[in-house]
């Protein structure tokens, strides 16, 4: 794969999930909650920004709730504010628009709050290690993660080299983002329950995993099978990739994160 830089395609649209708005927040959506005095989406965007690795930067948001947040600093964080489409993969795809084919592009989401430059420039290396391919899955192993924050919960998965969580952010080509729309739909429905998701691959690929005996390999090799294309894990061991906020108790251990960094006097 050439050294070049990636392309972002942020992802933040969709709407603000209920134990948000019953805590009485009413952003539009959570990338738009505040997080240590800042916009949880603008944490992500700057680390996406001063990240050597990352040219463009698209963001796949409503574009009056940008506007709103953030004025005339909206071209300091992006280059591009795309409108999203109807569900995650829809979004996605619209992102993807007028990218020429072959570029390989990272999809990130945005309720990654902890997410470095440094963890992004570390991810797009182990891209670039994995070599040519179509889709690149982002993961980290619980052993990194549990050693930094080992109080963040996760779905994780027990394969045969080790226990991992996804991240997030992959890498996909923007040619084979159509291609494999209806297999990402799929996988998207699926994506919090390892379990199911792996009866999607073949009951055999569910009952390898119940045991505890499959190999990351053999996830990958069906992986092409079912897409056509050539998909690989990407195993980089930065934890921040992880540490996403899916419900208010995620937003406050965050916070908690933050605040012993200010007390340490660590940046955030």
């Avoid at 969709?14 to 005095?37: C, H, I, M, Q």
């Avoid at 992959?170 to 291609?179: E, P």
């Avoid at 429905?189 to 499959?214: E, I, Q």
């Amino acid at each position: 794969m050439p050294d070049r830089q990636f392309a972002v395609v942020a992802l933040a649209g969709g709407s603000l999930e209920t134990d948000f708005r019953d805590a009485g927040y009413s952003a539009v959506n959570k990338a738009y909650l505040p997080l240590g005095g800042e916009l949880m989406i603008e944490r992500v965007l700057r680390a996406f920004r001063t990240a050597s690795s990352i040219g463009r930067v698209r963001v796949v948001t409503q574009p009056e709730a940008f506007a709103a947040a953030f004025g005339a600093r909206a071209a300091e964080l992006c280059d591009e504010v795309i409108a999203p489409g109807n569900g995650l993969i829809d979004s996605m795809l619209a992102g993807f628009t007028g990218l020429a084919s072959d570029e390989h592009v990272l999809v990130s989401a945005t309720d990654v709050p902890l997410l470095t430059p440094q963890a992004v420039d570390a991810f797009a290396g182990r891209v670039r290690a994995v070599g040519d391919c179509d889709i690149g899955y982002g993961f980290v192993s619980r052993a990194a993660h549990d050693a930094k924050y080992p109080q963040v919960r996760h779905t994780w998965v027990r394969l045969r080299e080790g226990t991992f969580c996804g991240g997030g952010i992959s890498m996909l080509r923007a040619g084979a983002a159509a291609q494999a729309a209806d297999l990402l739909r799929r996988v998207a429905a699926l994506r919090k329950s390892p379990l199911r998701l792996a009866m999607l691959f073949s009951p055999a690929t569910w009952a390898r995993m119940v045991l505890g005996g499959l190999r990351i390999s053999e996830l990958e090799r069906r992986a092409d099978e079912l897409s056509g294309l050539r998909c690989r894990g990407v195993l980089c061991d930065e934890p921040e990739l992880a540490v996403n906020v899916d419900r208010l108790d995620d937003l406050r251990m965050v916070e908690d994160i933050l605040r012993g960094r200010e007390h340490a006097g660590i940046a955030s």
